[in-house]
């Protein structure tokens, strides 16, 4: 009987029992689906930002614009304090 494994066992006559993985599931889209010119919304800590992506900056941040205030700021200002378990970004429907 062959059984197939992920590593390479040694210990051919000893039977272990498969390790258990944890996946975190995230909503929405991560941040490298952004594009520049698309209208998203984000959720954290209950509150709801949308906004307009502007600029992609070199050091992984964002410039955008709030679609509401049409205040400027970046996403890292956003997530100055983390993310909460309510975290998501998703794109606004039109």
């Known amino acids: ?3 197939c494994t ?3 066992d040694l210990n051919v006559g000893e039977r272990r029992r498969p390790t258990s993985v944890t996946f975190e599931i995230m909503s929405g889209l991560s941040f490298g689906a952004l594009r520049v010119g698309k209208k998203y919304y ?6 709801r930002y949308e906004f307009q992506l502007e600029y992609i900056l070199g050091n992984g941040d964002f410039k955008v614009k709030d679609l509401h205030t049409l205040e400027r700021y ?3 200002d956003l997530l100055k304090f983390g993310r909460g378990k309510d975290f998501e970004i998703r794109e606004l429907g039109e």
């Open 42 to 47: 984000l959720i954290n800590f209950g509150d």
């Open 6 to 8: 992920s590593g390479i």
């Open 74 to 76: 970046t996403i890292k």
């Open 1 to 3: 009987v062959l059984h």
